[in-house]
């Protein structure tokens, strides 16, 4: 081999080495792009979640005290319309006064569809019982109603569990939007259509047998019906 073409084959190898080391750091550098991206996701994520997180919560709270101050509202209603007898004096639909108490209500309810949007149903729902706290405050102050001493155990009870949730509640990655709820693992899964057959029938027996019999003398038939219909709706507002 003449002195020539040794020092070109030596051009030629020294170019591909370089070539490869110039390679091997791009690739380097891609994936530590792509990493650093991934991490940056991450905590933009964690954040975001976070955020959204004191944003339901802040919205439950408002609605569930609007909520409050609207039943407290139709209740006054219903004390100023009853007569000497105990009897309404006109129909409480034509009263100024209920009415406002359920503007109140409905606005209330959309505040509590909107915090769905925005941090779990798992948490949504219990901080909702701070609407009880704030019902017994207005009812004692202003309606003038007894505040017995398990009233009081009963308030502490709703707020160390509220509390216990939502220090408690595990956090998920999967964000329950729309197309994740319209899949065969959620809505569309037949557990889901037997759920829903399974509920509307206890409904109907509870409307039918349960309601007209104990109803008058135990609150807790429409208690358990309200707690069973918003089983499926809290679901659905999430989605």
């Known amino acids: 081999m003449s002195w020539l073409e040794r ?3 030596h051009l030629l190898h020294g170019g591909e080495t370089c070539n490869r080391s110039t390679f091997d750091n791009q690739t380097t550098d891609t994936h530590t792009n792509q990493t650093l991206t991934t991490d940056n996701d991450d905590d933009e994520y964690q954040k975001t979640s976070a955020s959204h997180l004191v944003i339901g919560v802040a919205l439950s709270i408002v609605a569930d005290t609007i909520i409050a101050i609207s ?6 209603a219903h004390n100023r319309n009853t007569g000497p007898d105990g009897k309404p004096i006109r129909p409480f639909t034509r ?3 209920w009415w406002i108490g359920i503007l109140l209500n409905i606005s209330g309810e959309v505040g509590n569809l909107l915090a769905y949007g925005y941090a779990p149903a798992a948490i949504v729902a219990p901080v909702g019982s701070v609407g009880v706290v704030v019902n017994q405050v207005i009812a004692v102050f202003f309606l003038r109603e007894p505040l017995r001493k398990r009233d009081m155990l009963g308030l502490v ?3 160390g569990g509220v509390v ?3 220090l408690g509640v595990p956090e998920s990655d999967v964000e329950l939007t729309v197309h994740v709820m ?10 889901a259509y037997w759920y829903l057959l399974g509920l509307f029938a206890l409904i109907v027996v509870f409307m039918r047998v349960v309601e007209p019999r104990y109803a008058h003398k135990h609150i807790f038939v429409w208690l ?10 809290v679901i659905a507002a999430r989605g």
């Open 71 to 76: 039943l407290n509202v139709m209740k006054l």
């Open 224 to 233: 358990i019906m309200c707690s069973v219909i918003s089983s499926w709706t």
């Open 164 to 166: 216990l949730i939502i």
């Open 157 to 159: 009870g709703v707020v």
């Open 182 to 191: 319209l899949t065969s693992n959620i809505f569309l899964n037949p557990r």
């Open 7 to 9: 020092n070109t084959a």
């Open 95 to 97: 009263l100024r006064l």
